[in-house]
């Protein structure tokens, strides 16, 4: 156990609809990243919250938003979903701001199938 | 623009033996890159890290060489074990916070 928690593991849901994902970061860790991980592709970095507020923007697109609440879990909305949108979505947490150099810890993801 | 790539998409080895996997980067600008391991149904795990200052890091069963020269990376992993079957990714970092995940390449071990 990574002690990064996402929920729920699996979602399915239809073209159109609206779904949020959940990360609650490992204890003590302040910075939330999200990612997005599609089939023959690499992870793709989202967005970055630390401490409440977003702190770095990847390739998200406008049809996703991302919040991080006072007790430090993230959430990841996604609307007006398409067939493309179906992939992994992995958060991970770390202490500080550095990312991997601050050894930030992944979830185990949430399988979102768009049917 | 920044690109991660691994060479081979799957590995077979044969348990006991050694695995080498190969990764290529693009950025000459890289100055740290870390080798993640991936089993089914799990977020990526860190396995071994290495700075640009470095060419070779150890660790246990595991090693990174690093050719900045030809931008390449790879993990050597010693007697390899069932357990070690997994997706194995490297990523690179950049700038600040830009850290590029390659594709992955999927290691089985055959008993």
């Known amino acids: 156990d990574s002690g990064v928690t996402q929920t729920p593991k699996h979602l399915i849901t239809a073209t159109g609809q609206r779904v949020t994902l959940r990360c609650s970061p490992r204890s003590g860790d302040l910075s939330v990243y999200w990612y997005q991980q599609s089939l023959d592709q690499g992870l793709q970095f989202l967005i970055q919250?630390?401490?409440?507020?977003?702190?770095a923007k990847g390739n998200i697109l406008e049809r996703f938003s991302a919040q991080q609440f006072p007790d430090l879990h993230s959430e990841l909305n996604l609307s007006s979903l398409e067939l493309g949108d179906s992939a992994l979505y992995f958060c991970?947490?770390?202490?500080?701001?550095?990312?991997?150099?601050?050894?930030?810890?992944f979830g185990s993801g949430t399988r979102l199938t768009v049917v | 623009g920044e690109s991660v790539g691994l060479h081979l998409p799957t590995l077979s080895v044969q348990e006991g033996d050694n695995s080498i996997i190969n990764c290529a980067y693009s950025?000459?600008?890289?100055?740290?890159f870390i080798w993640y391991k991936q089993e089914s149904g799990k977020g990526p795990q860190f396995i071994i890290d290495?700075?640009?200052?470095?060419d070779k890091r150890q660790g246990q069963r595991v090693t990174v060489l690093l050719n900045k020269t030809v931008k390449h990376l790879s993990l050597q992993i010693a007697a390899t074990q069932p357990g070690d079957s997994a997706v194995y990714f490297c990523a690179s970092k950049g700038g600040y916070q830009k850290v590029t995940f390659g594709t992955g390449t999927k290691l089985q071990v055959i008993p």
């Open positions: 919250y630390y401490n409440g507020e977003e702190r």
């Open positions: 950025n000459s600008a890289s100055d740290y």
């Open positions: 290495i700075r640009s200052n470095m």
């Open positions: 991970a947490s770390s202490v500080g701001l550095r990312g991997p150099l601050d050894g930030y810890t």
